[in-house]
């Protein structure tokens, strides 16, 4: 490794009731890509917010080129060359691409803004990472992957010294995921140090030089790619070996409880579908192929414009989320921070939040019965949480998913619609989720499994049904049948051969 550029010394951190770090040390060498792995819930964004400023350690230092560095906000690790780049996003939709890169920095001459320096800096930044377009364009008119190329290029124009990654990829598609690992690698060459957060143990093999373990707030283990393999480091993640991370059980399909008919709205359709009893049906297709757009019509958040929804053979009419939930539907979102939980809120709140009216007496909430419902729910699912008064924006991504799962179960759904539910959490995380899809199938609901990871769709489901251009383009019966190539085949048969743009 070259000579070091960035040195975590014993840092520390807790907070009430919880020990978030125990005397954690970290080296990051130039030109090294070093990824950071663990469990949600391991230690990881706490030390992120020491490294940025957001948080103050209780103990340990911090050395950036071997100098001992104190910071106390986010513009001291900033000012020190220290990037960090958050899974969510840092920009102002509203702003124009040079705007946003010189936020809060914008070069003035003669006491006024100097424009024509905002577009030539902001050019030449993006030119540094093969990012051809216009500084003047606003940030709202751009994909998710390019709004991560400025903010990269926003990162260069600050003469970095360390670039911090977390979860980069996760709301991204194949091709940008490619283009993404090809620019970090060229980055690192230019002597750059980079930290690389992700659960995605391909992205970790393809692109690090060493892999830093945290488990619990501790250092568990580190190693050099070369000498390791994925089951090594799950196990070190988990503390136990995962030897079936697809715990599928195949159960007895019951009785038929959805049938969707010539369903067109949302761009989407026509729509055919039938579900049963105890039955998980993946569905797959790459981006833009019309699975949320299917999904959130299904569940009233868009206007069906025609076709016919039957539960249990009854004809049901859905206009609203609300229908759908009285309907017997429950819809866990793939977005769960924007979509799914009220951040701000408990957790026995956000549990209670979509079977409300069942807690009112005399027009009140009662917080009892709702504190019961959430201790049911914590306890079955294992939440890690202190307790169901914590504000859930503090818990870990996976245990907000199960927070999401347990609000539409107390709904007592016949059908729960899950749209990408292992998104952003960690492996032990997900097979956790997984034993939770059986068991649900157990008790006879019917699951509609909405994935872009091929692995987890083919292990879960009993069929799959491909979307592409909005509608079915084929579905797949015949457990034995279901491969990546075949799959592949129907996701682009709309397509022109054409998956996707960046």
Not at 56 to 81: M, Q, T, W
Not at 230 to 252: H, Q, S, T, Y
């Amino acid at each position: 490794m070259d000579r070091t550029i960035l040195e975590i010394r014993g840092v520390s951190k807790s907070f009430p009731g919880v020990k978030a770090l125990d005397n954690v040390s970290l080296e990051l060498g130039r030109a090294e890509v070093l990824a950071l792995v663990g469990e949600n819930g391991a230690g990881k964004s706490t030390l992120l917010k020491i490294l940025s400023g957001v948080y103050l350690a209780d103990s340990g230092e911090i050395y950036l080129h071997g100098r001992k560095c104190v910071f106390n906000k986010p513009v001291d690790g900033y000012n020190a060359g220290i990037s960090i780049i958050y899974q969510e996003l840092n920009y102002l939709d509203e702003l124009t691409i040079g705007e946003n890169i010189y936020l809060g920095r914008l070069p003035r001459k003669n006491g006024l803004i100097d424009w024509p320096q905002v577009r030539t800096r902001s050019r030449e930044a993006l030119e540094k990472i093969g990012f051809t377009i216009d500084p003047g364009r606003l940030m709202k008119t751009l994909t998710v992957a390019q709004k991560q190329l400025v903010e990269i290029a926003k990162a260069i124009s600050r003469d970095m010294k360390v670039l911090v990654m977390d979860e980069p990829t996760s709301a991204l598609n194949d091709e940008e995921v490619d283009s993404l690992l090809n620019l970090i690698k060229r980055i690192a060459a230019t002597g750059v140090g980079v930290v690389y957060i992700s659960h995605r143990m391909n992205e970790i093999f393809s692109i690090a030089d060493r892999v830093e373990v945290l488990r619990d707030g501790c250092n568990v283990g580190v190693f050099d790619i070369k000498n390791v393999d994925e089951d090594a480091i799950i196990k070190k993640m988990v503390g136990r070996e995962i030897n079936e991370m697809f715990p599928k059980v195949f159960l007895p399909i019951g009785e038929t409880l959805l049938e969707v008919k010539e369903m067109r709205g949302n761009g989407v359709g026509p729509i055919d579908l039938t579900l049963h009893s105890g039955e998980i049906l993946g569905i797959f297709g790459l981006m833009g192929a019309g699975r949320t757009a299917f999904a959130e019509t299904l569940f009233g958040r868009h206007p069906k414009l025609s076709g016919r929804i039957t539960m249990k053979g009854k004809d049901i009419v859905i206009r609203t989320p609300q229908d759908a939930r009285n309907a017997g539907i429950g819809y866990v979102p793939a977005e769960r921070k924007k979509d799914g939980l009220i951040l701000e809120h408990s957790v026995s709140r956000n549990i209670s939040t979509a079977s409300i009216s069942r807690l009112k007496k005399f027009g009140l909430v009662s917080s009892v019965v709702e504190q019961k419902f959430a201790a049911h729910w914590i306890e079955r699912f294992r939440i890690k949480t202190p307790s169901s008064a914590s504000i859930v924006k503090g818990l870990s991504g996976g245990n907000q998913q199960k927070v999401v799962l347990a609000k539409w179960l107390q709904t007592k759904p016949m059908v729960l619609i899950l749209n990408e539910p292992t998104r952003g959490i960690d492996v032990g995380a997900k097979v956790e989720i997984y034993k939770m899809i059986v068991e649900l199938c157990r008790e006879g609901l019917g699951i509609i499994l909405i994935s872009s990871e091929l692995p987890e769709v083919l292990a879960l489901s009993d069929r799959v049904m491909v979307m592409a251009g909005g509608t079915f383009t084929g579905e797949i019966t015949d457990r034995k049948k279901m491969d990546q190539e075949s799959l592949m085949k129907l996701a682009i048969s709309r397509t022109g051969g054409k998956a996707h743009e960046l």
